[in-house]
């Protein structure tokens, strides 16, 4: 059994801060669960511009308001608490904070805590699982 408490993870290696946002990585690659969980939030005012293509990705908003917009289809979506929203076709997707957003996060495959989002607004492949399509 893994038992984590976020708090702990304040300070620490998986608490991840980019651009206006703190992922803290409840689960990672190296817990072996075939997802990863985190708890992501969004500072108020910031929007992010994302495309995992090589990661499904699913978000439950748990305090908060903002918008998503879905780039392919150019859909904008209401994000308040209870909606969540999943990247099932590898959605690129711009996600906006009108009140700091608190969002629980899984992705698979699972995220090994070390990665960074590229220019395009993925994260890389990972080195022991093929690229999916």
């Known amino acids: 059994m893994i038992v984590r408490d976020l708090n702990d993870l304040k300070g620490t290696e998986r608490a991840v801060s ?10 990672l690659a190296d817990d072996k669960m075939g997802f990863s969980f985190h708890i992501t939030v969004l500072e108020a005012g910031s929007e992010h511009t994302f495309h995992y293509k090589n990661h499904f990705e699913s978000v439950y908003c748990m305090k908060g308001k903002g918008s998503i917009t879905d780039h392919g289809t150019g859909e904008t979506h209401e994000i308040k608490p209870g909606v969540m929203y999943a990247l099932n076709l590898h959605d690129k997707h711009t996600l906006r904070a009108e009140e700091e957003l608190h969002m629980a996060c899984c992705f698979n495959p699972p995220v090994t805590g070390n990665e960074v989002h590229q220019a395009d607004g993925s994260y890389a492949a990972p080195d022991d699982a093929p690229a999916i399509s």
């Open 18 to 27: 980019d651009a206006k946002w703190t992922s803290y990585r409840l689960l």
